[in-house]
């Protein structure tokens, strides 16, 4: 396989990459459709438009914001003029964006009932085909990993074998979503728990996966910036899920 994959069609090319984000916003709003026809949802639709208003904003302004803190020593010097500012986008910074945005709006409307659970399984369909496009896209979409001698390492075309992080992260999408099912079936599973298990397990693994990629962590940080949201993430569901023990006990 040549990288970055193309569709040709006389003389139009059509990135890989750019058809797949498509497929994981649309296959991915169709299952939500169809999970939210098919359970009883106790959150107005109203209330779900604010809700997803406030992710989205939440979103484009956390994944923008972490997206330029990655590489800060570009942000005077940013590369391509001002346009830098408005490239750069990163999923841990959506999410926890999104869920900022989300909580706040929620808090506002005295909304107590999960708004996440419902879209777990779209989330992870949407991401998997998303990181599909990405992979496809080979070193023009920046998200690959370092050299690596394991017999699975992948050439994107500078000859060098790397980690194929983004297959990675569809393999553990993948057995996250069977996790989530599985306990579904077999447990009542707290409101909002689904998501929480979602969101945490997701920081972990980008946690752990960006270890594998070359983005170099600021001097004297340790971690890169999406590390240390993972991190901050982390630390907010372990107060959380700490606190609710506490309730217990």
């Not at 869920?99 to 369909?125: C, N, Q, T, Y």
Request: proline fraction near 6%.
């Amino acid at each position: 396989m040549t990288y970055p994959l193309e569709l040709g069609w006389g003389p139009w090319r059509l990135p890989v990459h750019l058809l797949c984000e498509v497929l994981a916003y649309t296959l991915g709003y169709r299952l939500y459709a169809h999970l939210r026809a098919a359970a009883a949802d106790p959150i107005g639709t109203e209330h779900r438009q604010w809700i997803f208003v406030a992710a989205a904003a939440g979103a484009l302004l956390g994944s923008r914001a972490l997206g330029l803190l990655e590489h800060p020593a570009l942000l005077l010097h940013p590369p391509g003029g001002w346009l830098y500012y408005f490239t750069n986008k990163t999923i841990v910074g959506g999410f926890l964006g999104g869920l900022i945005g989300v909580e706040l709006v929620k808090k506002r409307l005295g909304i107590r009932a999960s708004s996440g659970d419902l879209m777990v399984f779209p989330l992870l369909l949407g991401l998997a085909v998303g990181r599909l496009g990405c992979h496809l896209s080979g070193l023009e979409d920046g998200t690959f990993g370092t050299a690596t001698a394991l017999p699975w390492g992948l050439n994107f075309g500078d000859g060098v074998y790397r980690h194929p992080t983004n297959l990675y992260e569809i393999g553990f999408l993948g057995l996250l979503g069977l996790g989530l099912w599985l306990a579904g079936r077999r447990w009542s599973l707290p409101n909002g728990r689904r998501f929480e298990v979602f969101l945490a397990s997701y920081l972990l693994f980008r946690l752990a996966v960006e270890f594998l990629k070359p983005t170099p962590a600021p001097a004297g940080w340790g971690l890169t910036a999406i590390q240390w949201a993972c991190v901050a993430g982390l630390g907010y569901y372990a107060w959380l899920w700490g606190k609710e023990l506490r309730v217990k006990s």
